[in-house]
């Protein structure tokens, strides 16, 4: 079901490896969904500073920078703190990396409570069923 103008959903993507932004984007876009990407934290705050997603997926390793730290942004803001946000990483999530990468940044792990959490590559259909249901 594509949303139509009136219902349309904007997402936000936060990745930095363009073609992976690039084939999330394509994806999204073709559900109907409208799509903003932002390739480190300086542009993804400058996205956000024009106004708030409906949802964000968020890349949780950005070159130098960390996603959880964008995510702990959102949380910490009490007009921020509901836009649903769905972690996307290169390793598993129950992984000790991705553990160490969250203390590496100083966030405590109790904040990293996303909506959901997709591994790479992601596969369409699963990409589109979690953006769906955190949206509900």
Do not use: W
């Amino acid at each position: 079901m594509i949303p139509n103008e009136i219902t349309r959903r904007r997402i936000l993507v936060v990745e930095d490896d363009p073609s992976c932004a690039d084939s999330l984007a394509r994806v999204l876009e073709s559900a109907g969904y409208e799509i903003e990407v932002a390739g480190d934290l300086a542009e993804a705050r400058a996205a956000l500073s024009r106004g708030m997603p409906d949802l964000i997926t968020l890349d949780l390793e950005l070159g130098k920078d960390s996603g959880a730290n964008l995510l702990v942004d959102l949380r910490s803001n009490p007009q921020h703190r509901a836009v649903p946000v769905l972690l996307i990483s290169g390793v598993p999530f129950d992984h000790e990396e991705v553990r160490k990468l969250v203390r590496a940044f100083g966030v405590e792990e109790s904040l990293l409570l996303p909506e959901a959490g997709l591994q790479k590559p992601v596969r369409p259909d699963r990409l589109l069923a979690e953006v769906a249901a955190a949206l509900r």
